[in-house]
């Protein structure tokens, strides 16, 4: 009988994926939290986790532990080392949040762009009709989008951008496929910051942010940055001041080093920068498939069918299904 600890409220569809098996015990924790799955770690043969820690010390304590299947495709906040020594394989949802992503990049390079917020609030009761006249906005059609990583989620915003006519250029030294059509693949990344009117970050975690004050610094004054990735890939106080003196036009941030972000961040305040709650996977339609995927991994794993290709870990645990 294998024990499942579901750690952070999951879509109906995959709850009942995991509920239809008579040789499963289910642990439901919608908290999404490190301390609330932590009484149900000692039993839990498998874990289905959203975006909480699950670090060193609470994998010693999940000791009947089997398999994880990651809630999505990041898995920054696990201690993967500690699961590679024990051989216990990570599984995440492959592409089925790329699209959406993708989608929500590019909500945010058109909101920060036009400065949505501002002419929002500026319609409203209270506000300022007036700014219409400001002429703030800017358009995104015929100007150069540089995408910083071009995987799953990149390659889907490149094609939206196209649709947009926008030129698309792209920077990623570990491409490991050929570019899409359209697409022109730079190498240095600090022209290409020079040259381009609208960039996207779409990077793992680094431990240095990957856009600092001086990559900053190298951008247009007209310049829009977005950030669906990892919080920290920008670095936020340089941000918030290079948005405040106005050095850029506009920004756009979907993920944060500490989430939620108190006051203390700067960018809370801003009213150039559009920003939204680590949202941009969950969408209605994607939260579902999501958790249906993160649901069917457990499945398989216990069938023993789990793709190797889902399981970001493979290599280092010879895993195979």
């Known amino acids: 009988m294998a024990r499942v600890l579901v750690a952070g409220k999951l879509h109906d569809s995959g709850l009942a994926l995991l509920q239809s098996r008579s040789d499963f015990e289910i642990d439901y924790v919608e908290e999404i939290s490190a301390a609330s799955m932590e009484p149900y770690l000692a039993d839990a043969t498998a874990v289905l986790l959203r975006t909480q820690p699950y670090e060193a010390a609470a994998i010693a304590k999940s000791r009947k532990l089997a398999m994880v299947s990651r809630h999505g495709v990041g898995f920054d906040a696990v201690d993967v080392g500690a699961l590679n020594s024990r051989g216990i394989p990570l599984a995440i ?15 945010l390079l058109l909101s920060a762009s036009r400065r949505l917020i501002k002419y929002d609030g500026a319609t409203r009761p209270g506000g300022d009709w007036g700014f219409r006249n400001s002429l703030s906005a800017r358009e995104v059609a015929g100007k150069t989008l540089l995408i910083i990583g071009l995987g799953r989620i990149g390659r889907h ?96 941030l979907d993920v944060f080093v500490d989430e939620p972000p108190t006051i203390a961040n700067r960018l809370t305040t801003c009213p150039t920068a559009t920003l939204t709650p680590h949202s941009a996977s969950m969408t209605a339609e994607c939260a579902e498939r999501m958790a249906v995927v993160s649901a069917q991994n457990i499945l398989d794993f216990f069938d023993g069918r789990l793709k190797p290709e889902l399981v970001v870990n493979a290599s280092e645990i010879r895993f195979s299904a």
């Open 93 to 107: 949802v492959g592409d089925v949040n790329a699209q959406t992503v993708a989608e929500h990049a590019m909500l």
């Open 157 to 252: 915003l490149s094609r939206m951008a196209r649709g947009f006519d926008i030129e698309v250029i792209a920077y990623d030294p570990y491409m490991s496929q050929a570019a899409p059509l359209g697409v022109s693949v730079v190498d240095d990344l600090d022209a290409a910051l020079a040259r381009a009117d609208l960039v996207s970050v779409h990077v793992p975690r680094t431990d240095q942010p990957l856009i600092g004050r001086r990559e900053l610094s190298l951008m247009k004054s007209t310049a829009v940055i977005v950030n669906t990735a990892r919080g920290g890939s920008v670095d936020e106080v340089a941000l918030a001041d290079a948005l405040a003196a106005g050095r850029i036009h506009g920004a756009g």
